[in-house]
């Protein structure tokens, strides 16, 4: 067997090599790239035929090479260096003995390879170039190239996936990374690891990182950690998170401060603590259209006669049987509600009476969105009812008509508020029976809303019942990482929990209600088994 330089275009493929599957277009492209930039580093191996040359081995350097002269970077007749085997060897065999004596090379070494690249002054842009590379691939190898030799030396010994040492290139501190592997020992997975390494670092663009937002983070000298595989940022330092979330949060009230629109205006990070025995004052309706008024009037009216018609009389003519009845009680309840919610949307409000001594409260919800809770008044600045109101009307000679005029603006007592809610709430019941779609719904409403949110009270605004989720948490904290874990996660992600992201509890409970039932049927088994008590004896 000789070595020899043999024109280009004297070289064809041979029908006899082994290898049939073409490699992938960016293969084809990287091999390109890196003949152009340092030439055949491995001969062809060929044989003769007819006046020119079959290719047995070499056949996608031989592609890379055409696809060169075709773009005219190599001349059609470029020089290629070519170990030249006799006609009457096994064409076959030495085309399989080729391609299955090839040892491909292990990623490890790759990473290194490219490491070392960089430590002699190449920048990720030649190195890209180079070898026919993305950029952004590039900048991927040379960040698991910064892992510690130690752990490498494990991933070559199959002890480590390839998962795992990009989770360990989180970080380029390699002792934080040894320390790691040492401590999570038998436990080591990708998940474990960046959760050590992470420890208690916010992601970007979550929750309170969000409200704070990255570019005033790092302005005021916040270190990141970027996980360049996950393509997700982290803030590391939460003290300093949480110092500009209530820097951002007290510019923002003393802005409402200042408006003078309440007696008192508190903000926050915690929520709980903020309105802790305060009282939510009821708002009122505030000029309100009278054309709107009057439709009001008018449908509450059409409800009551239908609902009459229901218990005392005998079905009009109008009505073939007793489901048309319900029917049409439906349609009138229906207009009416949406009327009502209409109105109160736009009509609703609290008095210049109740803004004299009530508060707003400024604090983040679970998204990091500002939130606003106004209404909220301490229980001792509450005016109480005047004891003397009769009697004050009275001595100051109101004349005819003057009591009935005093009574109806004269406040209503607190025992009386509440006797009429318990009307209300005994009146609703009632009307639930009859719609065991909404009944159901109301209950898995509020299961929902505690389990993926964790906010106990928002989820009992409409039914009383408590749902806590049951923690996995064992002694050796190994069940945070096996593959029991992960399928909960991939079912919590898979959920539809699009409706949470409404601000109003009406729209929310709307959203969920609109759900197909599919998506219910799959939250409402996901909330239940996050309640499990007991796990198979």
């Known amino acids: ?56 081995a070499g056949g996608r350097r031989l592609k890379a090479l055409q ?29 399989l003995a ?50 510690a030799k130690a752990i490498m030396n494990d991933y070559r010994k199959d002890q480590l996936t390839l998962e795992d040492v990009q989770a360990f290139a989180l970080v380029d501190d390699t002792q934080r990374q040894l320390a790691c592997y040492r401590e999570l020992a038998e436990h080591c997975s990708a998940y474990a690891i960046r959760r050590w390494l992470l420890g208690e670092a916010i992601e970007a663009g979550q929750g309170i990182a969000a409200f704070v937002g990255i570019k005033a983070y790092e302005k005021s000298g916040g270190a990141v950690e970027r996980d360049l595989f996950q393509e997700k940022v982290y803030l590391s330092d939460v003290e300093l998170v949480e110092r500009l979330a209530l820097e ?19 903000h926050g990070l ?41 218990a005392d009389a005998p079905l009009p003519e109008a009505f073939e049987h007793e489901d048309a009845l319900f029917e049409a009680i439906d349609r009138a309840n229906e207009a009416l509600w949406q009327l009502e919610d209409e109105i109160e949307r736009d009509h609703s409000g609290y008095t210049e009476t109740q803004r004299q001594y009530a508060g707003v409260v400024m604090t983040l919800n679970w998204r990091g969105e500002l939130e606003v809770i106004e209404g909220l008044a301490r229980q001792q600045d509450i005016p109480k009812p005047s004891q003397g109101s009769e009697c004050d009307a009275e001595a100051s000679g109101a004349g005819e008509g003057g009591d009935a005029e005093a009574s109806a603006q004269k406040p209503l007592s607190q025992a009386l508020v509440s006797d009429l809610a318990a009307h209300r709430r005994q009146i609703t019941k009632l009307a639930l029976l009859k719609n065991p779609k909404l009944a ?39 069940t945070e990482d096996n ?55």
């Open 483 to 537: 593959p029991a874990a992960e399928e909960l996660r991939t079912a919590r992600e898979a959920l539809n929990t699009a409706w949470l992201a409404e601000h109003d509890e009406g729209a929310r409970l709307a959203a969920f209600c609109a759900l197909p039932k599919r998506d219910k049927d799959k939250l409402v088994t996901y909330c239940t088994a996050m309640l499990l008590e007991s796990g198979m004896r």
């Open 67 to 95: 696809g060169l002269a075709k773009t005219g970077q190599i001349a059609g007749d470029h020089p290629v260096p070519c170990a030249v085997r006799g006609p009457e060897e096994s064409v076959t065999a030495m085309s």
């Open 440 to 478: 159901s719904d109301l209950l898995h409403f509020g299961l929902c809303v505690q389990v993926l949110t964790g906010r106990g009270w928002e989820g009992r605004i409409y039914c009383n019942a408590s749902y806590i989720e049951v923690p996995c948490d064992s002694e050796r904290g190994d």
């Open 270 to 310: 915690d929520r709980e603590a903020l309105t802790h025995g305060l009282v939510r004052l009821s708002a009122g309706l505030i000029d309100v259209p009278p054309e709107k008024a009057a439709e009001r009037d008018r449908l509450e009216q059409r409800v009551a006669e239908l609902e009459a018609l229901d």
């Open 98 to 147: 080729e391609n299955f004596q090839r040892d491909a090379m292990h990623p490890a070494d790759q990473v290194q390879a490219f490491a070392e690249l960089a430590r002699q002054g190449l920048r990720e842009a030649d190195i890209a170039l180079r070898f026919g590379l993305a950029e952004a691939h590039v900048r991927k190898l040379l960040k698991i190239g910064r892992v």
């Open 248 to 266: 951002k949060l007290a510019r923002k009230a003393s802005k409402l401060e200042k408006a003078g629109e309440w007696a008192w205006v508190a």
């Open 1 to 56: 067997m000789t070595i020899q330089m043999i024109g280009l275009d004297r070289l064809v493929a041979s029908r006899s090599n082994v290898r049939v599957a073409k490699a992938s277009r960016v293969t084809h492209e990287s091999l390109m790239a890196s003949i152009a930039a340092e030439g055949v580093l491995q001969n062809l191996v060929v044989v003769p035929e007819g006046e020119g040359y079959a290719v047995i």
